[in-house]
């Protein structure tokens, strides 16, 4: 079968890393992957990389647009694909049903909706109409589009899967350490986003006050991986607070493994978006912990194991005990460590993800038969 893959990023997000690893894992002999993506994309010599062919889109294709439309169809009908999976792109999932192709979209995010009657009742026949399966990435995704109108049957759940963290050597190590300004001893916690308020890096600087005046001689230092919008205030607020000694901002990282290498907890703020996280998924193979928001898919991500801990949205005072808590108990850090790993290897592995992927593409292909 033939999967028109069509992604609206110019640069390397969440959503580019999940198609890459989709496309890694694969069974050639089953799946030929063609990706539409824009002209110019940071994905694409990701992708041809990996000897799967692209195509190049001069129409912005998120929305809806004629042009996007018209150059999707004209795609479609060339290279004779039998399904067209998209990624947050309007356009190719009108294109396909033009061509009578059957379609599939991901749902990525996870928002609490307001005026849900509104969007079922005008949006709803739409979102139907134009998606023969839809993917989503947790069951909070799942209700998400079940209350902008897609009936359950229709909905798949197929959480995040990420590629194991490779390990890291020791001069490698020390001297990331040493560019990061990481202290010997330091207990280190991450926190791997966005820079943005709906990732909460806020709650995990608050926290690191706290831990400050509830322990002192604490040695919890944090890393904050990514950029994004909110990177100034938060330098700012690091330095008002009287912490910035107690953190480093790392950028974007092309290879977070001496990140994930370095830290002890991996820590989830989130106050937006989240579904089945990658980042969590990606520290879980090193076998770290997991502290993290009830928010979105968090709670699903740590499920009943002791891979990890919740805290309320936005406590950083409950934030901040777990934190220490960890850090004076090494028994309970070795038991979560297993545990994380493990629940890696169970659930959110990317060849677990692409062999589930490949099962509703055959479902799609059986209902058109």
């Given amino acids: 079968m ?67 439309i018209h150059e999707l169809s004209e795609i479609i009908r060339r290279e004779q694909v039998d399904i067209v999976h998209a990624n947050a792109a309007l356009s190719a999932r009108i294109a396909a049903k033009k061509q009578n192709i059957k379609t599939i979209h991901t749902r990525h995010c996870y928002y609490p909706l307001r005026g849900s009657l509104w969007k079922r009742c005008f949006l709803g026949p739409w979102n139907n109409a134009l998606s023969d399966l839809v993917i989503a990435t947790a069951e909070v995704a799942a209700e998400n589009l079940h209350s902008l109108g897609i009936p359950a049957e229709k909905i798949r759940v197929i959480p995040n899967g990420s590629l194991p963290v490779r390990e890291v050597g020791a001069e490698e190590l020390t001297n990331c350490r040493a560019l990061w300004k990481i202290p010997t001893n330091a207990f280190v916690v991450g926190l791997c986003a966005r820079l943005e308020p709906c990732k909460g890096q806020d709650v995990l600087l608050r926290a690191l006050q706290r831990m400050n005046k509830m322990k002192p001689h604490s040695r919890v230092f944090a890393l904050f991986i990514g950029t994004g919008s909110w990177e100034s205030e938060l330098k700012a607020m690091a330095k008002d607070l009287g912490i910035a000694n107690r953190v480093c901002f790392t950028g974007f990282l092309k290879d977070v493994a001496p990140a994930y290498r370095s830290m002890r907890v991996n820590v989830n703020c989130s106050r937006g978006t989240e579904t089945s996280c990658l980042a969590l998924s990606e520290g879980m193979s090193a076998g770290l912990p997991m502290v993290v928001s009830d928010y979105g898919g968090n709670p699903a991500m740590v499920g009943k194991s002791r891979a990890g801990i919740l805290f309320p949205l936005n406590d950083d005072e409950q934030l901040a005990r777990i934190l220490l ?45």
């Fill in 2 to 68: 033939k999967i028109l893959h069509v992604i609206s990023d110019t640069n390397i997000g969440g959503a580019g890393i999940l198609l890459l690893n989709l496309l890694r894992h694969f069974d050639p002999s089953e799946v030929e992957s063609l990706v539409a993506l824009p002209r110019g994309s940071d994905l694409r010599p990701r992708i041809e990389a990996l000897s799967v062919r692209t195509v190049a889109l001069d129409a912005p294709c998120e929305r809806f647009s004629r042009t996007s």
């Fill in 325 to 369: 808590q960890i850090e004076e108990d090494p028994a309970l850090e070795r038991s979560m460590q297993q545990a994380a790993y493990q629940r890696y290897a169970a659930h959110y592995t990317a060849r677990r993800m692409a062999e589930e992927t490949t099962r509703v593409y055959r479902e799609v292909l059986q209902e058109k038969r």
